[in-house]
């Protein structure tokens, strides 16, 4: 016999915020679903740890699906699907929706850039007969934790003709990588002293590319780094000059893995932000005949600012917007001002291992579902746009109406830290804007770690996004 619920019990159930019950409130159908949606997830992961990568393997995705390359001038119907690439290093992708235009449109953005370590424009050097590259690192990151594990080379290097060279070097596993170097702890009294910032510097972050001088009798000076120009010269007919003009960055070698004895969650290089960015591109790809035209926008540089024109901050999606626009007799700008987003990134998951770092009451958690950041930036509220109640209010219903797992996070403790999203500048062109994302467990580390639920709840948000009718 059900005990009865005491007065007090049925008013907390009434008006108190209940306690999430995470995975608890998944049916065993939903987590199977989620762990199906992941083997996607880990194939996109592994074939794009880079943006230009990142565009090539979304490409590959939605042509499959019956995308088309976007032509400004053509007229297109309901249920159309279009992409548009912006220099091989963001993508928008958008579905003609019932009433195209005329309503605003339904924007999902997410960044296709990780933190990793670049190389310097003329990187290569020899010393005491060891070849090393000079780098120069992008976006944050805990430098001590890119030192002593495998790195793969990737980038693009364009040579004196204007021919394209695409490298890739490291992730196979009979293929040599390359390696920054660490001080071994019996001789790092002295480093162990120093604060974490100090212990390992931007200039420590050499990386070791070879050993072994060129095959010559000839007194020559800097042989093994002739040795290294000679092999890269036979595989990709480079020079050294050509490093002026290449973009070219090192990487983790290792593929993502499952994590845990129950393998729920996945850890890998870069989740921040390819695991908004892949459930944001599958929204678009499955969702059919939307009502209002639908974009997913993966954009490079969120993490050094957004800067640039392959950035948020260039006019690239505005432009895009406007030519959709204008195919529907409509104005850009009017447009804008109706259109909704939802601004795709990772938040800080909380780790009990540095509980003192987060506010308990305000912090997302694994497995609780997708989180929602009505505002990022850094204390006081810097930096940030900070989502209106009333917009608030709409997608937190939408989630409810759908039985989407969510939660709500803050970055951590007021005064501790902080960071942004590019909702800003989203925010800045006059759109309703709401950070929706997953929560992540050493974020920007090289190994990342998402539980598999919440990636598939933010599939799950971002399609009931486009799917719905207001
Ligand atoms: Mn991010
Ligand atoms: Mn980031």
Redesign the pocket.
């Known amino acids: 016999m059900a005990e009865e619920k005491s007065k007090t019990a049925k008013l907390k159930e009434e008006i108190m915020m209940p306690e999430s019950k995470g995975t608890k409130a998944l049916s065993k159908k939903e987590i199977k679903k989620a762990d199906e949606f992941c083997e996607g997830y880990k194939k996109f992961l592994n074939h794009s740890p880079i943006e230009r990568e990142a565009v090539r393997y979304s490409v590959k995705l939605a042509k499959k699906a019956g995308f088309t390359e976007f032509e400004p001038d053509k007229k297109y119907e309901p249920g159309d699907k279009v992409y548009y690439i912006n220099r091989d290093k963001a993508i928008a992708l958008a579905v003609i929706g019932k009433n195209g235009t005329k309503n605003g449109v339904k924007l999902a953005i ?2 296709i850039d ?1 933190p990793r370590i670049d190389l310097k424009p003329n990187p290569l050097y020899e010393a005491n007969n060891l070849a090393l590259f000079k780098t120069h690192y992008y976006g944050g990151l805990k430098k001590y934790q890119w030192t002593a594990i495998p790195l793969s080379l990737h980038g693009t290097v364009v040579k004196l003709d204007g021919a394209r060279v695409d490298v890739s070097w490291g992730d196979a596993e009979d293929e040599s990588c390359f390696c920054v170097t660490d001080l071994l702890p019996h001789l790092a009294r002295e480093q162990a002293a120093k604060p974490m910032s100090k212990a390992f510097t931007g200039e420590d972050m050499n990386v070791l590319v070879g050993s072994r001088p060129y095959d010559t009798k000839d007194d020559e000076k800097d042989l093994v780094k002739l040795n290294v120009m000679a092999i890269l010269n036979k595989k990709y007919g480079i020079r050294e000059s050509d490093f002026l003009s290449a973009e070219l960055c090192l990487i983790p070698s290792f593929k993502c893995k499952d994590i845990g004895f129950d393998a729920s969650m996945i850890g890998g290089y870069g989740h ?2 390819k695991v ?1 960015a892949y459930p944001a591109l599958m929204a678009s790809i499955d969702v059919e005949v939307p009502e209002q035209t639908c974009v997913t926008y993966l954009t490079d540089k ?2 050094t600012g957004s800067d640039g024109n392959t950035g948020m901050q260039s006019d690239f999606l505005r432009y895009f917007i406007y030519d959709l626009a204008k195919s529907d007799g409509e104005e850009g700008y009017r447009v804008l001002s109706k259109s909704t987003c939802l601004s795709a ?2 938040n800080a998951a909380f780790d009990p291992t540095y509980a003192s770092a987060y506010e308990i009451n305000n912090s997302s958690f694994i497995n609780n579902g997708v989180v929602i950041s009505k505002y990022t930036g850094h204390g006081g509220k810097y930096d940030t746009s900070d989502a209106s109640a009333e917009y608030m209010g709409k997608i937190r219903s939408m989630l409810e109406k759908n039985s989407i797992l969510w939660q709500v996070g803050e970055l951590g403790k007021v005064d501790i830290g902080g ?1 942004g ?2 909702a800003k500048y989203v925010a800045n062109m006059n759109v309703d804007v709401v950070d929706l ?1 997953v929560p992540v467990l050493s ?1 920007h580390a090289p190994f990342e770690i998402v539980s598999k639920t919440d990636v598939y709840m933010a599939y799950r948000a971002f399609y009931t996004f486009f799917d719905s009718k207001n």
């Open positions: 997410a960044h990780s921040d932000d908004c969120e993490e990134d990772v960071g999203t590019i994302g974020m």
